[in-house]
């Protein structure tokens, strides 16, 4: 196995953890927001909030560290598709492609 091969499934075990970690963490962030929505203490809503902003930070640099291992997978697979489509295409084959990158919060 080539260490190209290593490092794709590294990335993609990379992306696995940060993406069940960015939910749990929206949902921890969902917690709060109820917490502060019911709560009636100025001085605890002040707390939730501190909290809040908090998760709301963690959640934007779990977005980044997802985005740094997408984004520079973006070229390969584009080239793959590309060569892919160049040895279909002559001999006959309709091929229908949908490719798109989503972009993080």
Same mark, same amino acid.
Request: proline share 2%; with cysteine; aromatic share 6%.
């Given at each position: 196995? =080539?260490? #190209?091969?290593? !490092?794709?499934?590294?990335? &993609?075990?990379?992306? *696995?953890? +940060?993406? /069940? $970690?960015?939910?749990? &963490?929206?949902? %921890? #962030?969902?917690?709060? *927001? ?9 001085? @605890?809503?002040? /707390?939730?909030? /501190?909290? +809040?902003?908090?998760?709301? /930070?963690?959640?934007? #640099?779990?977005? =980044? *560290?997802? @985005?740094? &291992? ?12 590309? =060569?892919? +489509? !160049?040895? +279909?295409?002559?001999? #006959? %084959?309709?091929?229908? $492609?949908? %490719? ?6």
């Amino acid at each position: 196995m =080539g260490t #190209g091969h290593i !490092r794709h499934l590294e990335d &993609v075990e990379k992306i *696995q953890k +940060l993406s /069940r $970690v960015k939910v749990d &963490v929206e949902n %921890l #962030g969902f917690e709060y *927001q109820k917490m502060l929505e019911n709560e009636k203490c100025d001085i @605890e809503k002040e /707390r939730i909030q /501190r909290e +809040l902003e908090i998760v709301e /930070r963690t959640k934007h #640099g779990i977005n =980044g *560290q997802l @985005e740094l &291992v997408q984004n520079q997978w973006k070229p390969f697979l584009l080239s793959f598709l590309t =060569g892919a +489509l !160049r040895v +279909l295409y002559p001999i #006959g %084959l309709n091929v229908e $492609v949908n %490719l798109s990158f989503h972009e993080s919060d």
